[in-house]
């Protein structure tokens, strides 16, 4: 929890960074490509009740923990992918960092280190269709148990976005004193 986090660094004043995946994607996705290990006798609605619900709860602990925690920034992984640098700069912006172009992936640029060669996760960066693979009733399960905490991040069934910022700030950065 960034509670304990932030009194352990206290003296440090800790910023967190919450990276969020589009529920309706991820949820299916993860019980499809890296299912969790459960009894076997759970059907695959059982499996993605209960990876949904794992979603909602970890992300409205998160959100509970930010006021408590000193600050919070909720980066969605999709507007990263869409604009990465715009991105960056917000993130820099947030933890007083200097931002540098370095720090976005770019064609050229070697992978970071222990990278596998078959990843995908860095340059280029390549879009999610996790959400076009989601069937109706997958959709319905995820909305029923990620619905409300999924909208406070912008994320709804029709995959339309009406938020506007890439980086939302939660709580309050701690106030930094040079050192």
Known sequence: KMPLIAALLEDDHPLFVLVVRNPYGACPSAVKRKPPSFAPSLTAEQRLELVAEHWANAHRIALEDAGSAGGLAVVRFEDFLASPETVVRALCSFTGLDYGPAMVPRAGDSMPWATLPSDRKWYPLYADDRLERTTPDQMAI???HCGEVAARFGYR???RDPRERPVEIV??????TGS
């Open 142 to 144: 995820v909305e029923a």
């Open 157 to 159: 069934p029709d995959g």
């Open 171 to 176: 709580g309050r950065p701690a106030v930094t």
